[in-house]
């Protein structure tokens, strides 16, 4: 593929400017993604973090869930962090009445799987084929309950919590990498966009 990788960037609802910051600093040409006209333009997408009701209920009503979902079934890469791993999961436990995903990801998660004293906390994870610890922020962060044969754990908590996993193009991060400066996920993503 010549010249910078296109990605997206759900634009709904939450933490949209820090990874579009994180992705035009790795070189990408970023489009926020708010209605299908956009979707179309990018050849990977990152879903981030905020709340993955309100998420799901503005790309249902924005048109944007069904063309989504065709993407990413397409094989368009995909980095969903928290409500966005949320979003590409195929099952989500303590859902919102009502509360759908786009899936993708063969995972089960459950939401605010963290207690209420430690809703929002940091630690490092080591995560599968990188060289060094990511410094993780959890806020009111999913827990990877289940990894299904077509997805693999890449990150877990010291008590074996899975918090990392990825399926071919596409990964997912129960904590938010950006907030920290991190990029080695963002890295990846665009690894499988270009590979395409
Ligand atoms: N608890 C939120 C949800 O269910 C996720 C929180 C986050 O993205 N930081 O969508």
């Known amino acids: 593929m010549a010249g910078r990788p296109r990605v997206g960037v759900l634009a709904l609802q939450g933490d949209v400017r820090e990874h579009v910051a994180v992705l035009e600093h790795l070189g990408a040409a970023v489009?926020?993604?708010?209605?299908?006209?956009?979707?179309?333009?990018?050849?990977?997408?990152?879903l981030p973090g905020g709340e993955s009701t309100v998420?799901?209920?503005?790309?249902?009503?924005?048109?944007?869930?069904e063309p989504l979902r065709a993407r990413i079934a397409d094989g368009m890469p995909?980095?969903?962090?928290?409500a966005g791993l949320i979003l590409l999961a195929d099952a989500v436990l303590d859902a919102a009445p009502g509360q759908q995903s786009f899936g993708g990801?063969?995972?089960?998660?459950?939401?605010?799987?963290?207690?209420?004293?430690?809703?929002?906390?940091?630690?490092?994870?080591?995560?599968?084929?990188f060289r060094s610890p990511v410094q993780a922020a959890f806020i009111r962060a999913p827990l990877i309950e289940r990894?299904?044969?077509?997805?693999?754990?890449?990150?877990?908590?010291?008590?074996?919590?899975?918090?990392?996993?990825?399926?071919?193009?596409?990964?997912?991060t129960s904590f938010h990498p950006e907030v920290a400066g991190e990029d080695r996920f963002h890295r990846?993503?665009?690894e499988h966009v270009r590979g395409r």
């Open 31 to 46: 489009t926020p993604v708010r209605r299908p006209e956009e979707l179309a333009q990018v050849d990977g997408l990152v």
């Open 55 to 65: 998420i799901d209920k503005l790309a249902r009503a924005f048109g944007l869930a």
């Open 78 to 82: 995909a980095y969903g962090t928290c």
């Open 105 to 129: 990801l063969d995972v089960v998660v459950r939401r605010n799987a963290f207690g209420r004293q430690n809703e929002s906390f940091e630690t490092e994870i080591a995560v599968d084929g």
């Open 147 to 172: 990894v299904g044969p077509r997805a693999r754990a890449i990150g877990a908590l010291p008590d074996g919590g899975v918090v990392a996993v990825e399926q071919g193009a596409l990964l997912g």
């Open 188 to 190: 990846r993503l665009l």
